[in-house]
């Protein structure tokens, strides 16, 4: 019985100890281009955008080999299109694409003919197979430059339309 609280005391402190080093702060700069419109904001149209976020740092393993990172912080887009970050998505599969996906909820700013763009708000990053090391949210410029395949972003209306776009350039600097 001694052994084995000794054995789960040190699995679980491996754990908390691997999950906390994963905790990561990032700004990210990047301009959209948008493909589909909403109102005045037409496709062609530059719009830059931020998104600064601090992850929890406890990733929890997901379906089919995704880790979702709980985070905080805010992602812009404009002058008004603002929301909420709750989580990135990570996958790492070395036989298919990878992906890491920012996500917001609860956003502001944009309403038109009376439909509320209240999210979800995403950033969604692709890469070729075998391009992430591992499923930690990226750290340095490089990682996230490897996420080249498709960039895309996308602000939903709630199923009823969708402020849609390409990623055209990205800089990250994360902590």
């Known amino acids: 019985?001694?052994?084995?609280?000794?054995?789960?005391?040190?699995?679980?402190?491996a754990l908390v100890c691997s999950s906390q080093a994963e905790a990561?702060?990032?700004?990210i700069q990047f301009?959209?281009?948008i493909t589909q419109g909403v109102g005045t904001?037409?496709?062609?149209?530059?719009?830059?955008?931020?998104?600064?976020f601090v992850t929890r740092g406890h990733p929890i393993r997901q379906e089919g080999g995704a880790t979702a990172h709980l985070a905080s912080g805010e992602m812009n887009i404009g002058d008004q299109i603002s929301g909420q970050i709750w989580t990135l998505i990570t996958t790492m599969h070395g036989h298919a694409p990878e992906l890491v996906g920012?996500?917001?909820?609860?956003?502001?700013?944009?309403?038109?003919?009376?439909?509320?763009?209240?999210?979800?708000?995403?950033l969604?990053?692709?890469?070729?197979?075998?391009?992430?090391?591992?499923a930690a949210a990226p750290a340095t410029q490089s990682e996230w430059d490897a996420l080249d395949l498709r960039r895309a972003f996308s602000l939903h209306a709630h199923g009823l339309d969708m402020l849609a776009g390409d990623v055209t350039r990205?800089?990250?600097r994360c902590t």
Do not use: K, N, W
């Open 170 to 172: 990205l800089d990250a």
């Open 124 to 134: 969604t990053l692709f890469g070729q197979p075998g391009s992430r090391a591992s």
């Open 31 to 33: 301009t959209i281009e």
């Open 102 to 122: 920012i996500y917001a909820e609860d956003v502001e700013g944009l309403s038109f003919g009376g439909v509320s763009f209240e999210g979800p708000m995403t």
């Open 41 to 52: 904001i037409r496709p062609g149209t530059e719009l830059a955008g931020q998104a600064d």
């Open 1 to 13: 019985m001694h052994r084995l609280t000794i054995l789960t005391a040190a699995l679980l402190a």
């Open 24 to 27: 990561r702060s990032c700004a």
